[in-house]
């Protein structure tokens, strides 16, 4: 298994609070992503990074922000947290750019905001 | 933009073969991808199509058609465990994003 670990794994937030949700991978990839799936959407790519403090946004970014300041770790923050970002969020990571065979992802992180 | 169809459901018994197509429309085309997640997991990669024809993998396969933008993923002797969503995805853009369909849902019974 990649070495992936999100966190936190569940989590309920009130409306309008901040979350971050913090992705963490041993395999010094190059490339983190952070998806969120919801039901008949399949998943959708948010933001992504193709290295430290090089970040840009996916699909589905308007109300999320990301940062990168070191290789392992990648963070997503939603500033004001709305019952639209009820999901479950997948980081994923990869050490090419140019090849669909070694994106590995994480384990989930289910957040509910309420 | 982009955009994958597949079916939402597919249902076969034990010992069947299922073929779950994947249409396709995207620019800067690289590759079609296949994942399949079970519930309450994560995605994990099948197979990856970069150019036209078969690859086959064990009891999968998967094939490409870039003149069509078609793909498919084929499932043979299948069992209980291969009861899962699976997700078409190509790879576009210039850059590793994959953006993925809207998964097929297979149920497979005894």
């Known amino acids: 298994d990649a070495g992936i670990t999100q966190s936190p794994r569940h989590k309920v937030t009130e409306t309008g609070t901040p979350v971050t949700l913090r992705c963490h991978q041993t395999?010094?990839?190059?490339?983190m992503y952070w998806y969120r799936q919801d039901p008949g959407h399949g998943l959708r790519l948010i933001h992504y990074?193709?290295?430290?403090?090089?970040?840009d946004k996916g699909e589905v970014s308007d109300g999320y922000s990301v940062s990168r300041s070191k290789t392992e770790d990648f963070l997503l923050t939603l500033e004001s947290a709305t019952s639209s970002q009820t999901s479950v969020y997948f980081c994923?990571?990869?050490?090419?750019?140019?090849?669909?065979?070694?994106?590995?992802f994480g384990e989930g992180s289910w957040l509910t905001v309420v | 933009g982009q955009s994958l169809e597949q079916p939402s459901e597919v249902t076969a018994v034990e010992g069947a073969i299922v073929q779950i197509n994947c249409t396709y429309q995207?620019?800067?085309?690289?590759?079609l991808s296949w994942y399949q997640q079970h519930d309450g997991g994560a995605p994990t990669f099948l197979s990856y199509?970069?150019?036209?024809g078969l690859e086959e993998t064990g009891r999968f396969s998967s094939f490409l058609s870039r003149s069509d933008s078609y793909g498919y993923l084929l499932l043979q002797e299948l069992q209980m465990k291969d009861s899962a969503s699976y997700f078409c995805?190509?790879?576009?853009?210039?850059?590793?994003?994959?953006?993925f369909g809207t998964g097929t849902r297979l149920l497979v019974s005894p």
């Open positions: 395999e010094n990839h190059r490339y």
């Open positions: 994923a990571i990869s050490d090419t750019a140019d090849s669909g065979n070694t994106i590995y």
């Open positions: 199509n970069a150019l036209d």
């Open positions: 995207t620019s800067g085309f690289y590759g």
């Open positions: 995805a190509v790879l576009s853009g210039g850059f590793q994003k994959l953006v």
């Open positions: 990074s193709y290295g430290v403090k090089d970040t």
